[in-house]
């Protein structure tokens, strides 16, 4: 019997796991570009009811619409760019205080990184070397430093602009769903209920393709969630509508 060998055939590369086979959590458009369509269409489709349910006119629910369209989307990537920039300025300047820390204290800090190391259970001379040869490179040293020790990555940092960009655009897109059957000459609000109960269910549904919950259960809780807003908004109108004017 011959022995088992480890040893790749002639002719042939062992095959290596490609690098990047993850999906990008740590994007600045996704989270931004989900929650801008689910909100624009649950606010919107929320507000164009509870007018409907005060018994305005056919114009008014369209102004309505529209101007929670515009509102909304301004508002919202007004308070992306704020948080997402925010964020990446007090990043930035840990990163700058650390590069600062590096300069003045490398000795300290490369035995910082060696016991970060050895703390996850690498070996102490190996650690010590590791860490060594990291430090070489002060920009490589400074990346090393800040995904240990801050938790990002200096070179993929999320930008403001992206992040504004993706939840107006979203933000408009899903707030157009309800009014849209509006503006092609419905009257009443079945139409617009349908399809923005479809979006609903669409948007939980896309949102599961980037979780690990199943599609319909992300589906059908955006759904009851989005339905649950657009019921109580409905009643309120229906309550205070004929009283207010």
């Given at each position: 019997m011959s022995a088992t060998t480890?040893?790749?055939e002639a002719g042939h590369q062992p095959r290596i796991p490609a690098a990047g086979h993850h999906r990008d959590v740590n994007g600045g458009w996704l989270r931004p570009a989900v929650f801008g369509a689910v909100d624009g269409l649950v606010s919107n489709f929320a507000l164009m009811t509870g007018v409907v349910g005060g018994a305005v006119s056919h114009g008014t629910v369209v102004l309505t619409g529209l101007a929670?369209?515009?509102a909304g989307a301004c508002s919202m990537a007004a308070g992306e760019y704020t948080s997402v920039a925010s964020q990446r300025e007090l990043v930035q300047a840990e990163i700058e205080a650390e590069r600062l820390e590096l300069s003045r204290n490398p000795h300290g800090e490369l035995a910082e990184l060696a016991q970060l190391y050895v703390s996850r259970g690498v070996d102490p001379d190996l650690a010590h070397e590791v860490a060594r040869q990291l430090s070489a490179d002060p920009e490589l040293a400074l990346e090393v430093h800040a995904r240990e020790e801050l938790g990002v990555d200096p070179t993929d940092l999320p930008s403001p602009l992206v992040a504004a960009g993706s939840s107006f655009l979203c933000f408009a897109l899903g707030a157009l769903?309800?009014?849209l059957p509006y503006l092609l000459g419905a009257t009443t609000l079945l139409?617009?209920?349908?399809l923005a109960a479809a979006g609903l269910f669409l948007c939980g549904a896309v949102v599961a393709r980037v979780t690990a919950r199943s599609w319909w259960f992300s589906g059908l809780r955006q759904?009851?969630?989005g339905g649950a807003a657009a019921g109580v908004t409905?009643?309120?109108?229906s309550l205070i509508g004929g009283h207010v004017g």
């Open positions: 480890l040893e790749p929670g369209l515009a769903l309800p009014l139409p617009a209920l349908a759904l009851v969630l409905y009643l309120l109108g």
